[in-house]
């Protein structure tokens, strides 16, 4: 009986991924940046979102697709509310958005009006980093509250981002967090890896990221 | 192929629960209590499983079963420090334990042996919900940092858990976290949910955690 689900397991990946494909190349062809911000629960993915907007949305035309795992729209409002389209998939359950997903978003946001899309992927360190969606970048939002041992305990979200966004720097006095071994653990997996220390609080260190998103859409 | 699909998941849930209830009747000849514990990345499980240890093992036979999503021994090594055996289960990538992880681990660290056990669930506040163990409680570390709004958005986990640990409550000067806003949500899927207000950090609140615990061992 195992033998015969490992290849139906293998037909879904390889479906994901073709679909994924699809999907970047869509947005290729309409010169639209898309970035799949994914984080533990409550690490700052819509905050960080909110702050890209004010610093952004003058100069960009953004828009966002907020996933989230029951039919709870309260960050999509919270992106209208700040005057930028947004939609709700509601993965039902589901631990992680999927291409499929993100193919469907794509269609009911038309996407091509866009500059920029944020993806806000579901709030796990686990399943959202064994599917790809078609985004240009994936962004992992860690928060110093979290604790510095997370580069050790979660390997496979922090090698396969391409940016790494900490934030909750404001509460560094208050909390135990050993950056050096943080950073060793982040070097380890993924060295060199495009990294921003940010509050999303106060707003320290939030120009050199969204200066970074905005380089991106330029090329 | 739906259609197919289904019955399929169907006997598998159906398994896992009948395997949790084997380890639940194993436990309760033992006279052995175990509890569950889940929560996001860092809202402070081993935290909480290490004031446990300070507090109640001179008194009750602890035993710690640690699941983690990679091969990483970090909060095992933790416990054992603190002169308690633990088991580390690797779930190989899976984004929770099952009961057939759990029985297997009781086998291999003697569950007999103990008046309590704790099993720390993978850091996750999706997939553990839907994976009954056979543990007697379920409990939930919520932390002040991930935010007021998790209840709505994880109703499922909310909704499932016996106990809630509000972890990190010497950080509320330092974040903005709305507690009836929270409390509302937790009473709307939860109502009269046993919850403790804490600080692993500072020590407060954690007697009446520890006392409840102890109690329910004694039952």
Known sequence: MTEERVPIVERILNANDQLAEQNKARLDRAGVLAVNIMASPGAGKTSLILRTIEALSGS???????????????????????????IHINTGGGCHLDAVMLGDALTRLEAEKFDILIVE????????????????????????????????????????????????????????????????????LNPGLTTFLVSCRTGEGLERWTEWLAARRKR
């Open 121 to 188: 992927n579901v709030g796990n360190l686990i399943c959202p980093a064994a599917f790809k969606l078609g985004t240009h970048s994936n962004v992992l939002v860690a928060s110093i509250t979290e604790g510095d041992d997370k580069p050790y305990k979660y390997p496979k979200m922090y090698r396969n981002v391409d940016v790494l966004v900490l934030n909750k720097i404001d509460l560094l006095p208050h909390v135990q967090f050993d950056m050096d071994y943080f950073r060793r653990g982040v070097e380890m």
């Open 60 to 86: 960009f035309r953004l828009g966002v697709i907020e996933g989230d795992t029951a039919p709870v729209t309260i960050d999509a409002e919270k992106v209208l509310a700040a005057g930028v389209p947004a």
